[in-house]
């Protein structure tokens, strides 16, 4: 084989990847965090088939993950620890959105075929509707996006006008309130308003306590595509419109420059490529279709949305791009 080559083998494997999301959804390494070793005790704990669950482990012991203690007993190893991590079990539960984020590479062929997500075929329905058809999914999903999932984000972007003139924050789509929380705790004299779904925001309370933020915080539990809290400083876009195809894109910065008003100021992060950068394969493409814009694209949307872009560099958070109402 080549230096250069790969091992094809390797590369094509499932079994691994299906069976350490089994091992997360069935919660074994909880189990043997408590002490519980014997495959049956295993079994009976996680609600499964004992010769199955052997067969599993014993899989995954052949490739590094767990290790064997005995006969029909099996403990923990290094890498069988990170499964502890409540990052990982959300994003590798098969029972939440882990399921989908697994199930979801099986439209890859309809995605390059198409461009378009096939979401609705593995699932019956489109990414949005199927978190609205389904509460329990929606609670995975906003976990894997808060703090259990992306622990406490970064937010310590800077703007042209100057966080002195910053007197309110519209976070957009702005989930439990995680980023926020932390805008108005780095910033004590601004003012702040959630943005999301009501059953997303109604979670943010515990957040917002907890930074000891409450008297500065408000929520509006509704979709982004309707008219934004108006007459805010600054609307941030974190982490949103890289969800949504680029007509939707500029409906959601229609609304936020509509909002905004000639001082306002529009914030997006995460969502634009810096320069003429080409984008990767993403899974969050193949969830909902949307997809990261290069610059340029996003300089043309923005401005059919009534913004120009009035600065983009790379921050602490990622590529910061800023936007003013034209």
């Not at 703090?147 to 984000?153: D, I, L, N």
């Amino acid at each position: 084989m080549p230096h250069d080559a790969q091992d094809l083998s390797m590369l094509t494997d499932l079994e691994t990847p299906w069976a350490i999301r089994v091992a997360a959804t069935l919660r074994l390494a909880e189990q043997m965090d408590r002490g519980i070793q014997d495959v049956g005790e295993l079994a009976d704990a996680a609600g499964c088939d004992a010769r199955a669950l052997e067969e599993l482990l014993g899989s995954l012991v052949g490739r590094g993950v767990f290790r064997r203690t005995g006969p029909g007993r099996f403990g923990l190893n290094d890498t069988a620890r990170q499964l502890l991590d409540p990052a990982a079990h959300v994003g590798l539960d098969l029972d939440g959105i882990g399921g989908r984020m697994a199930g979801v590479w099986g439209t890859l062929l309809t995605f390059v075929r198409t461009g378009m997500s096939g979401y609705h075929e593995a699932f019956g329905r489109s990414f949005w509707d199927d978190l609205d058809a389904s509460p329990g999914l929606a609670d995975s999903f906003d976990a894997l996006i808060g703090p259990v999932g992306h622990g406490r984000p970064n937010v310590e972007f800077d703007v042209t006008v100057g966080w002195d003139r910053v007197a309110t924050v519209v976070d957009v789509g702005g989930g439990t309130g995680s980023a926020l929380a932390e805008i108005l705790r780095a910033h004590p004299e601004v003012r702040g308003i959630l943005v999301d779904l009501p059953r997303t925001v109604a979670r943010s309370a515990e957040i917002f306590g907890a930074a000891g933020v409450s008297d500065r915080v408000t929520v509006s539990g509704q979709s982004f595509f309707d008219p934004l809290p108006p007459g805010a400083d600054l609307y941030l876009l974190k982490n949103v419109l890289h969800d949504w195809p680029d007509r939707e894109t500029g409906r959601i910065l229609r609304r936020c420059a509509e909002a905004a008003g000639p001082g306002g100021r529009v914030v997006t992060i995460g969502a634009v490529l810096p320069g003429e950068a080409s984008p990767a394969l993403d899974l969050v493409t193949l969830l909902t279709g949307g997809r990261a814009s290069s610059l340029p694209e996003f300089e043309k949307i923005a401005a059919e949305s009534g913004l120009a872009v009035v600065a983009a560099r790379h921050q602490p958070p990622g590529f910061v791009v800023e936007c003013a109402p034209v």
